[in-house]
C-alpha cells in the first residue's frame, strides 16, 4: 500500500483497517495472530498475553474491534480510535506510513516505550501507556491508552478565547495539567 499520499490512500487504508477491525472482517485479531508467523505480519511478543486481559483467546469468534474516528495525524501516520465491542474497551491505535525510514522511527518509538513500561509499569510518571503493537502489510501499528485532549489542541482552541493574563496563564497551566493527565474513557 501507497503511503497516505492522497485521500483515496487515506480511504483505502481506513477501510482496510475498519475490515481488520470489525465483526464480519477476515482480518480479525485471531487470524493476523496467525498471520504474524510470517514475516510481514509481525507482533509485539508479549502482546498474546497483554491481550488476554481484555479477551478470551479459546473463544471460538474473536473479539471485534471497530474504527470509531480519527484522532488526530503526525508527520508519522494517523491515529485512529479503537473500540472493543465486546469489552467496551476503547484504544488509540497509531497507524503508521508504509514508508521504511518511519518504519524504523517507530520500531525506536516501541523500544523506547517498552523500556519506560519496564521502568514505570504503573504509569506513575504519566508517560503513555503502549498496550500492544504489530506489523500489518508494512504498517507499523502501535495501540495507546486513550488520552484526552492534547496540549497543542487546547491551547489552539483556548488561546482564540482566553485574554492572557497572569492569573489566567496560572488556570490554564493548572487546566494544561489536569488536561494531560485526564482520560476520556
Ligand atoms: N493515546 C492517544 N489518545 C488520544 N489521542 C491521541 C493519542 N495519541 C495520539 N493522539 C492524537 O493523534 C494526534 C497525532 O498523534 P501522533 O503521536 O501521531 O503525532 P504528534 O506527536 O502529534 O506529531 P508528530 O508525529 O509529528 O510528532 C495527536 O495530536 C492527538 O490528537
Known amino acids: 500500500m501507497p503511503p497516505f499520499s492522497s485521500v483515496a490512500a487515506v480511504h483505502a487504508h481506513r477501510t482496510q483497517f475498519a475490515r481488520s477491525f470489525t465483526k464480519s472482517s477476515e482480518h480479525s ?7 504474524s508467523k510470517r514475516s510481514h505480519h509481525r507482533r509485539s511478543p508479549t502482546s498474546h498475553r497483554r491481550r488476554r486481559h481484555h479477551r478470551d483467546e479459546s473463544s471460538p469468534r ?3 474491534e471497530q474504527i470509531i474516528e480519527t484522532l488526530g495525524e503526525g508527520t508519522f ?3 485512529v480510535e ?9 484504544m488509540a491505535l497509531k497507524i503508521i506510513k508504509n514508508v521504511e525510514k518511519y518504519r524504523e522511527a517507530a520500531k525506536l518509538e516501541i523500544n523506547v516505550l517498552e523500556k519506560l513500561a519496564d ?6 510518571n504519566l508517560c503513555v501507556k503502549m498496550l500492544d503493537w504489530f506489523e500489518y502489510h508494512g504498517h507499523m501499528c502501535i495501540a495507546f491508552e486513550m488520552l484526552g485532549q492534547s496540549v497543542f489542541d487546547f491551547l489552539t482552541t483556548t488561546t482564540s478565547r482566553t485574554r492572557w493574563s497572569r492569573c489566567g496563564t496560572s488556570r490554564t497551566s493548572s487546566s494544561i495539567a489536569s488536561c494531560s493527565c485526564t482520560t476520556t474513557n
Not at 485479531?29 to 498471520?35: F, L
Not at 479503537?82 to 476503547?90: A, F, G, S, T, Y
Not at 521502568?119 to 506513575?124: A, G, L, M, Q
Open 29 to 35: 485479531w485471531r487470524r493476523r495472530n496467525e498471520r
Open 62 to 64: 474473536s473479539p471485534p
Open 77 to 79: 501516520g494517523k491515529v
Open 82 to 90: 479503537v473500540k472493543d465491542l465486546e469489552m467496551e474497551h476503547r
Open 119 to 124: 521502568i514505570d509499569p504503573d504509569c506513575k
